[in-house]
């Protein structure tokens, strides 16, 4: 399989490591996007706090690295004819801040393919194992699916849960996600013409808004649960739950325990 890989993230490197040893694959071109870039949500720059290089694995394979530079107007289709050349199999989307139009999508046999942090049509859209840990689930898991026009509400391929502990930071839940997208992946990855494309009732789909830093305070007249859950979804690596101080400070709280 000829693969064209997009991908930002620490995710999207953990899932491309696991990709190249892959014999029956074939990385033809990654695309990426700098560590600060613009997008529709905010005037100024968001900065990926999970951000990875990955142009030293294109070096290593010899192949296209294209950054998606946002603020000097670059896009996707300025690149079609790079992917049209390649005549790809699939275009993986690991890792990824924005949307991938049809023309893009169309020029792979299979489409293109992204996974999702959530158990879809639950879960749908930004900051999905956040919000999940914050409304208290016990159950995660993780949805392969191939990108459609709307937000994550394309053909299901294949979907693997896992628990939430109580005690599970974010970076807990994020590893035990990536665990299940590389056995979900790779086991895809090596049969694609057995692939059955379950359509998503999109009726059901739950779309989450995207959570910025200052949606971390805590509320003071919450239950100890809900606090707790709160503090541990927004944990390192993000920007943390809070509380104002008197002297106008934040005061981020990393980790929290329930005593009777």
């Known amino acids: 399989m000829k693969i064209i890989f997009l991908g930002c993230t620490k995710f999207s490197e953990d899932m491309l490591k696991d990709i190249k040893k892959n014999r029956k694959v074939e990385i033809r071109a990654i695309f990426s996007i700098p560590q600060k870039f613009k997008i529709s949500y905010s005037k100024d720059l968001v900065e990926n706090k999970n951000f990875a290089d990955l142009s ?7 192949i296209p690295f294209i950054e998606i530079n946002s603020i000097d107007g670059q896009r996707m289709e300025d690149n079609m004819e790079i992917i049209r050349s390649i005549k790809p199999d699939v275009i993986l ?61 394309g053909d299901i391929i294949a979907q693997k849960k896992f628990e939430i502990a109580d005690s599970d930071s974010i970076k807990q839940v994020y590893d035990k996600a990536t ?16 692939i059955k494309f379950k359509p998503q009732d999109k009726d ?14 805590i509320n003071l007249k919450w239950d100890s649960q809900r606090m707790h859950n709160f503090i541990r ?21 990393e980790k929290a325990r329930i005593e009777s």
């Open 56 to 62: 030293e694995y294109a070096k290593e394979l010899s």
């Open 93 to 153: 989307v690991l890792g990824w801040y924005y949307m991938v139009g049809s023309e893009i999508r169309n020029l792979a046999k299979y489409g293109a393919w992204g996974i999702h942090a959530s158990l879809l049509p639950k879960y749908a859209g930004n900051a999905p194992l956040v919000w999940a840990i914050i409304n208290g689930e016990r159950e995660a898991g993780v949805s392969l699916f191939k990108l459609d026009s709307g937000v994550d509400d």
């Open 179 to 194: 665990k299940c997208s590389i056995e979900v992946l790779n086991k895809i990855l090596k049969n694609p013409d057995k």
């Open 204 to 217: 059901q789909i739950e779309i989450y808004p995207q959570r910025k830093p200052d949606d971390g305070e």
């Open 233 to 253: 979804a927004q944990s390192s690596p993000y920007p943390g739950a809070f509380i104002r101080t008197v002297d106008g400070k934040k005061l981020i709280i």
